[in-house]
């Protein structure tokens, strides 16, 4: 059986080759965007965070990332989708989309085509999402 710590270092070295594979297949979508987190821990997931900072033509910074999930016992991972923006204190962080995977069948164009997806989201976030009143969920 895979330790949780083997676990986490799989996925990491499986997931950076990825992200390389995403920042080369979107490079215009994604030609603003920096990788800033490169499997970083986060709250016991390991996150891919791409960032792009405030211009004189756009005046939010953006985030897209990627969190992954392992799954020792299973071989396999849930894939989690994020995207956001701020100004100065304000900001807002929302999940894109999510899937389970497992390690041997992994595809790196639908992981792709997921942070694809979370940075189309990020970039159309706008001041007044800033503010938004979401209510919580009521089970």
Do not use: C
């Amino acid at each position: 059986m895979v330790s949780v710590d083997q676990a986490f270092t799989e996925w990491v070295e499986t997931v950076r080759p990825v992200t390389q594979y995403a920042l080369k297949r979107e490079s215009d979508l994604l030609s603003g965007y920096v990788l800033i987190t490169d499997g970083g821990d986060r709250h016991g997931a390991l996150e891919w965070v791409f960032y792009s900072e405030a211009t004189a033509d756009d005046p939010l910074d953006r985030l897209a990332a990627i969190g992954v999930i392992p799954h020792p016992e299973a071989g396999s991972a849930d894939f989690e989708f994020w995207f956001g923006g701020r100004s100065g204190d304000r900001y807002v962080r929302r999940l894109a989309s999510y899937f389970y995977i497992e390690h041997k069948s992994m595809d790196w164009d639908t992981i792709a085509d997921g942070l694809k997806d979370a940075v189309l989201q990020a970039n159309s976030v706008n001041e007044e999402d800033l503010n938004a009143f979401i209510p919580a969920l009521s089970w």
